[in-house]
């Protein structure tokens, strides 16, 4: 049910908060009195804010214990908090960061759980057993797509143990600097994405011939990579040494069958919950986003770390500003100076484009009461629980740790569903507050509400719904071990409404490198 109220309500997080936010469906009129005897000054829409006390001019505007914003004028208590009435504070300064001070100890195991999974040779554990075909560069795009409806209507009948066929298109290889420094981050990423725990090490690459981006330059990786061995040199197929597009499609469609033979002898096997990979991510987020749905996902985070797993949290400029939160959860020095390392070079990388983090924030943030990029990222971070972070990953790297890492990606949801599948994700779960069909091929995505109105607007959508916390009728801790099992089911083959409707977003490699 959504939040059907009949009496006002809204939520304070921090005892030391000056606002609080409205949870009533649609919103509450001026001269609404709540329980405590505040009176609303201002109809003011669900998930915004409202002013517990009277805030002078100047004065710090506290959510979740923390300054969101400066009151550019003065604020009256019961009164409506919006853009136009605050200041963005400014980010936490790098250097004065504390580090490894506040190293969370280990929670107590979490044993006996399991999932049906896929073994792969170089021991990863993949959730579905798909075919990737990946691409040297983004010219032979259209003619893999091709091939791959040809493979989906023709070949996968023939191979019932083979979830899917994925086409790993993206915009890089032609006209590219291909020995710029920033270079390693989408040659890396394509070349780990190829090696997905749900492609089964079944590897095959499609060639224009002509490309920066040879196959042999993509096959062997970056410094911090695994080279790539073929199973056969047909594997690499190049189309401009094919006679005419029919030669093309038919060579590919030779490669590939053999490909869908070798998985097709795969079964689904139990294996312990301590191998699943899970990617955290949000997007269209609103006010209730760090209040429902983001807490779950940390709580249901902190189960998957006690069972052994490795959970990602990513998009650097929703964290940025609860860096100063972050560091002193790293188990290590060396983990909390590459947090650090990450923030400063994508600080770097925004003012190059001559914006900063406060261009985040999207309208839909906006009308669902997250009022700047300050705010917005206190309830992201939520998603991380609160496990000591273990490992800190650059863009489409593979992590070497199980248990909590942040892997730096933008915030951009394809973006950063594309990294994380590039760092080896088997499994995400995405939060949405204002509602999206994202959804990603690669990897089965499990959507979560913020709301139970959006949950039920979108009920062939969303696949779980955080709602009922900000109602009082479920706890962050039930509705994270909800998450859990549906993790665990999901990742035993239970298909999400993505999945269901095959809604799968393209591709978007992080690329911030020079196009010459």
């Not at 853009?83 to 580090?99: H, N, Q, R, V």
């Not at 691409?135 to 791959?148: D, I, L, T, W």
């Not at 083979?162 to 590219?176: E, K, N, P, R, S």
Request: hydrophobic share 40%; proline share 5%.
């Amino acid at each position: 049910m959504a939040n059907h109220l009949d009496k006002p309500l809204y939520i304070k997080i921090h005892e030391i908060d000056n606002v609080a936010i409205i949870v009533n469906d649609n919103g509450l009129t001026k001269g609404t009195i709540f329980a405590d005897g505040l009176i609303l000054q201002d109809d003011i829409p669900q998930g915004h804010k409202v002013a517990l006390t009277n805030i002078d001019k100047d004065q710090a505007i506290i959510r979740y214990g923390e300054t969101i914003g400066y009151a550019i004028v003065d604020i009256k208590k019961g009164s409506w908090i919006n853009e136009s009435i605050t200041k963005m504070p400014t980010a936490p300064e790098l250097d004065e960061l504390a580090i490894a001070t506040k190293i969370p100890p280990p929670l107590p195991p979490l044993e006996g759980y399991t999932f049906e999974g896929y073994r792969n040779a170089d021991g990863s554990v993949g959730t579905r057993n798909i075919l990737g075909i990946t691409m040297s560069v983004n010219c032979v795009s259209g003619v893999v797509e091709y091939v791959a409806k040809l493979i989906e209507r023709d070949l996968l009948q023939k191979y019932p143990n083979v979830d899917g066929v994925v086409a790993l298109t993206h915009l890089y290889g032609c006209g590219v600097a291909i020995d710029a420094p920033a270079a390693i981050v989408p040659i890396r990423s394509i070349h780990n994405l190829a090696k997905n725990p749900n492609f089964g090490g079944e590897i095959m690459v499609v060639s224009l011939g002509c490309e920066k981006f040879q196959p042999a330059r993509l096959l062997k990786g970056t410094a911090d990579t695994i080279p790539i061995r073929l199973q056969s040199s047909d594997d690499v197929i190049t189309l401009q040494d094919e006679h005419g597009f029919k030669a093309m499609v038919e060579h590919i469609l030779v490669v590939a069958e053999k490909h869908l033979q070798r998985l097709n002898q795969r079964k689904r096997e139990t294996v312990p919950a301590s191998e699943l990979i899970v990617g955290m991510q949000c997007g269209g987020s609103d006010a209730f986003s760090g209040v429902t749905s983001n807490p779950s996902v940390g709580f249901a985070s902190d189960l998957l770390v006690r069972a052994g797993a490795t959970v990602m949290f990513s998009e650097v400029t929703e964290v940025r500003d609860g860096i100063h939160l972050l560091t002193p959860r790293a188990v290590n020095e060396q983990v909390g100076k590459a947090l650090i390392r990450e923030m400063q070079w994508y600080d770097d990388y925004l003012a190059a484009g001559k914006v900063d983090r406060s261009a985040n924030t999207t309208p839909g943030n906006k009308k669902g009461g997250l009022n700047n990029i300050v705010e917005k990222a206190m309830g992201s971070i939520a998603k991380s629980g609160k496990s000591a972070i273990v490992e800190v990953l650059s863009p489409g790297q593979k992590p070497t740790k199980k248990g909590l890492i942040f892997a730096a990606t933008p915030a951009s949801d394809f973006v950063c569903g594309s990294q994380q599948v590039a760092s080896g994700i088997t499994v995400q779960v995405f939060t949405t507050g204002r509602g999206t069909p994202y959804g990603l091929a690669m990897v089965p995505v499990i959507k979560m509400s913020s709301r139970n109105l959006v949950a039920e607007q979108w009920f062939d959508l969303i696949d779980i719904s955080a709602g009922d916390i900000a109602i009082g009728k479920a706890s962050i801790e039930d509705i994270g071990w909800r998450l859990f099992y549906l993790i665990l089911a999901v990742a035993s083959g239970k298909k999400p409404w993505s999945d269901h409707w095959g809604l799968h977003n393209p591709l978007a490699i992080f690329n911030p490198a020079p196009i010459t």
